[in-house]
């Protein structure tokens, strides 16, 4: 696979990287775990070096079943994992919750001893902070993970879903080398203030749900029904009534697949890498034939041209509907 740099600082990944919270979480139903320690020993093969998960993903379980499957390529790939959160069997929750934000100092360096025994590692490659803590100033955090990467412990570092504000001030104490949030065909907001700072700044973006939580991958419409355990029913957008409206995205995206003679997959991958050189999406699948697919999307280009009306005819499609809950969509932009 092709690389990419992310940062100034000297991260290097693979263009598309493996997002394998659904792995164990969100997402049902979920596969044995020999069947996924597979899957990311065919994913090293076919050249995918970045991988991403988090402490709370299980919690704990993701990780561990990262450690076990990277064990034996770990100095060629790159693990992403997140600290925030205070889990209360690791008796690191605030007010004895069992879990809510939590980035003081004791908690962040307790997350990522818990983080390198799970992971099997010396390092953490890519370290963020999963969600601001508004409790905990962001220079305080910035300041922790620099003392974290001088002991070796964390290589780089970054932040999921910050504001831009907030973005500036962890940087001028710890450069930042990765932002992740959210971005796709169907959610833009980053374009707004985001991108332009992060490449004022020099700093990688990698987006999540690049493919729109699986809806621009054409397998929905307003006739789906999700299990009420899968986490895209909680979702505002992929209520019916939305979806209908939806629709008219996913259509555009399967035209303009015909024509590329591929599929709507890597069109909409394909899109994301042709924003930015900086921009790394991870995909989540559980599959080998969807990982290929989706893998295959760095081989799909846009001329200029292609690309602006693209751009236009997305501005122009109306998207309806959050794309989170509102207790989770306030966790956001801080």
């Not at 939590?102 to 908690?107: A, G, I, L, Y």
């Not at 080398?177 to 004022?200: D, G, N, V």
């Not at 069109?267 to 999406?281: D, E, R, S, T």
């Amino acid at each position: 696979m092709k690389k990419r740099k992310l940062g100034n600082i000297g991260l290097e990944v693979s263009s598309i990287g493996l997002g394998c919270m659904g792995m164990t979480q969100s997402y049902p139903p979920f596969p044995e775990k020999g069947e996924m320690i597979t899957l990311i020993h065919q994913a090293v093969e076919l050249g995918v070096t970045f991988f991403d998960t988090a402490e709370g993903y299980g919690p704990y379980t993701n990780e561990e079943l990262l450690g076990e499957a990277l064990e034996p390529y770990r100095d060629k790939t790159v693990i992403a994992t997140k600290f925030g959160f205070g889990l209360k069997n690791n008796k690191t929750g605030r007010s004895g919750k069992a879990i809510g934000l939590d980035s003081r100092p004791e908690t962040i360096k307790n997350a990522v001893e818990g983080s390198l025994k799970r992971l099997r590692t010396d390092h953490i490659d890519l370290l963020y902070q999963h969600r601001v803590d508004p409790e905990v100033p962001i220079e305080e955090v910035a300041y922790t993970v620099g003392q974290l990467i001088k002991e070796g412990k964390v290589l780089y570092w970054g932040i999921s879903e910050p504001g831009v504000q907030t973005v500036r001030r962890a940087h001028a104490v710890c450069p930042l080398s990765a932002i992740q949030s959210e971005y796709s065909m169907w959610y833009r907001k980053p374009e707004e203030e985001l991108l332009p700072t992060l490449e004022e700044l020099g700093i990688g973006f990698v987006p999540f749900s690049p493919l729109g939580k699986g809806f621009l991958t054409g397998s929905f419409n307003k006739d789906t029904m999700l299990d009420i355990t899968d986490f895209r029913s909680t979702i505002p957008r992929f209520n019916a009534e939305n979806m209908s409206v939806n629709q008219k995205l996913i259509d555009m995206v399967k035209e303009i697949a015909i024509k590329k003679d591929t599929t709507s997959a890597r069109i909409a991958l394909a899109w994301v890498l042709a924003q930015k050189p900086w921009i790394v999406p991870i995909p989540g699948t559980k599959k080998l034939e969807r990982l290929k697919e989706n893998i295959g999307a760095e081989d799909v280009e846009f001329s200029q041209e292609e690309l602006a009306e693209l751009n236009e005819t997305i501005s122009k499609t109306e998207i309806v509907g959050a794309r989170y809950p509102e207790d989770q969509e306030r966790l956001t932009g801080k």
